[in-house]
């Protein structure tokens, strides 16, 4: 689960982390009327309008103004509320623009050099371990970074059972070329870090940028943090933080099913049981020339209700030419899955997309006999070669 900005930097600050005085608004009044409170407290004319999308590159998009006046607050408020911010991020719907966070400029002028950094905490799978991941050059994505200036990338894996202990907060701060207060509060900002990554389950903690001021102090501008799905049972108050709006609705309705499904932008819808043969389907789709819409695992308990409900889904897709259905009966039993897709028909209405079946394992002659008596127009194959030259011919 992706949080907002303004949700993100709220954890971040519970755990002593230094970020920017900021409020989040619905509407341009109440825009101003915060603006006012952090020129109160900063005494400064400087503000920073950013809409709140589950989206990078909003400053590109139009979703991210500098204002120096309460003027200029309202209207570019007034602008940016309603707005879709579209990239390659967002696809080219976009985000709509519900809120925004109106935050102090923390860019002002002071007797040091300003500096930007990155920084981020995931799990590196291949060890096992949680890493942090981190820049001298912030301000850009770290993919750029990468190409640009890759012996500037640092990495700092942690033990499981240990964490991340003073020495390696330290040597973070020394790699990054920190000096004085800032090399201080870098060491405190990273052991807070690391216990809201912790502590809330995420599976990705990202500052960028994340900002040494003028004036020696190390402040989170911009923060994305994303909630592993799987332990929000434990974190009620994260579950209140979801933010349906964000959520493609396809896969807002597959998680209420508990269906593993996510979108994609191909021509051939599927069905499969197990995230591995999931992901060998769609090999054999592009193989045959036609491109997965989308990945969905039904799961081992799938059920009458949870197969219908997935080939609901899938149909909605107005660009899915063809359906590719393909169950493997391990813990699934394959009549359950063609009494599924069965009701599905019946229940959905006149459905003119064809459907390529292939039932193997638990009770998959029964499977096949419930799809062949039903008098329904889907194709039965035996094998991934003559499924893939199937779809081929309907695609």
């Not at 970020?19 to 989040?24: D, S």
């Not at 509320?81 to 860019?107: A, D, S």
């Not at 050059?137 to 202990?165: C, N």
Request: hydrophobic fraction near 40%; include cysteine; glycine fraction near 10%.
């Amino acid at each position: 689960m992706n949080l907002h900005e303004y949700q993100s930097k709220a954890l971040l600050k519970a755990e002593g982390v230094n970020v920017p005085l900021e409020f989040m608004v619905e509407n341009a009044k109440d825009a101003v009327e915060y603006a006012k409170i952090i020129h109160k407290k900063t005494e400064r004319n400087a503000w920073v309008i950013k809409a709140q999308v589950h989206a990078g590159g909003r400053g590109k998009a139009g979703g991210v103004k500098l204002a120096s006046t309460l003027d200029e607050v309202e209207k570019l408020s007034e602008a940016m509320l309603g707005i879709k911010i579209i990239n390659n991020q967002t696809g080219p719907e976009g985000k709509l623009v519900r809120k925004l966070l109106v935050t102090e400029n923390v860019f002002y002028q002071g007797p040091l050099p300003i500096r930007e950094i990155y920084i981020s905490i995931l799990l590196n799978r291949n060890t096992g371990r949680n890493v942090i991941v981190y820049s001298p050059e912030g301000g850009m994505d770290i993919e750029e970074v990468s190409e640009k200036y890759p012996d500037k990338i640092y990495t700092e894996e942690i033990a499981p059972g240990f964490g991340l202990q003073g020495y390696q907060a330290r040597r973070i701060a020394l790699n990054l070329g920190l000096e004085g207060s800032a090399f201080k509060e870098m060491i405190s900002f990273c052991q807070g870090l690391y216990r809201t990554y912790m502590k809330n389950d995420a599976t990705l903690v990202e500052i960028n940028p994340l900002v040494k001021t003028s004036d020696g102090h190390i402040i989170a501008v911009d923060a994305k943090i994303t909630i592993d799905d799987n332990a929000l049972y434990r974190h009620e108050k994260l579950m209140a933080m979801r933010d349906i709006f964000e959520e493609d609705p396809s896969e807002l309705e597959a998680s209420k099913y508990s269906l593993n499904f996510v979108k994609l932008s191909g021509n051939v819808g599927c069905m499969v049981n197990g995230a591995g043969l999931a992901m060998a389907t769609m090999d054999a789709i592009k193989l045959s020339g036609g491109q997965p819409a989308n990945f969905l695992d039904v799961g081992g308990g799938a059920n009458v209700e949870r197969v219908e409900a997935a080939l609901r889904i899938i149909l909605k897709d107005k660009d899915v030419k063809v359906v590719f259905i393909n169950i493997f009966g391990g813990i699934v039993r394959c009549d359950r899955v063609a009494q599924g897709v069965v009701d599905a028909y019946r229940n959905l209405g006149d459905i003119d997309v064809p459907m390529v079946v292939r039932l193997q394992g638990t009770n998959a002659v029964e499977g096949a006999g419930i799809i062949t008596n039903s008098g329904l127009k889907v194709h039965g194959v035996t094998t991934i070669r003559e499924a893939t030259e199937k779809i081929a011919e309907l695609v």
